[in-house]
């Protein structure tokens, strides 16, 4: 399955965006999807996971109440509204499809990963 990520942008400190995730190739429905983000110089870090149905969701606690991750399995697309951003969600976030299915939480249970979109928090 092929992903490409938009929706990235500039916005300030309690501000939204809403990234976009989507899928072509193999049967997105199948797949469960992550966003997974990259702050310079630090490492990848998880963010947010849903199933391949949408009825389970996993979060990394420092976005719990403010991010929410949805997929409409019909349009092959997956999203992350993030609500009340602060400086530190500063980084490039990436999509990622696991054969599993599942909320996989590790960056090494998905196998197929988008290009990145670049969001910027400024205080």
């Known amino acids: 399955v092929q992903l490409q990520a938009f929706g990235g942008g500039l916005v300030q400190a309690g501000g939204s965006l809403k990234l976009s995730c989507a899928a072509s190739?193999?049967?997105?429905?199948?797949?469960?999807m992550g966003w997974f983000r990259q702050a310079p110089g630090k490492e990848r870090e998880f963010v947010a996971a849903i199933s391949w149905s949408g009825g389970h969701r996993n979060y990394v606690d420092s976005v719990k109440g403010r991010f929410t991750i949805s997929r409409d399995n019909a349009k092959n697309t997956g999203y992350l509204q993030m609500n009340s951003l602060k400086p530190e969600d500063t980084a490039v976030y990436y999509c990622a499809a696991s054969r599993s299915g599942w909320i996989e939480a590790a960056g090494s249970e998905y196998h197929y990963w988008g290009q990145g979109t670049k969001v910027t928090v400024s205080s």
């Open positions: 190739g193999r049967t997105f429905s199948r797949f469960g």
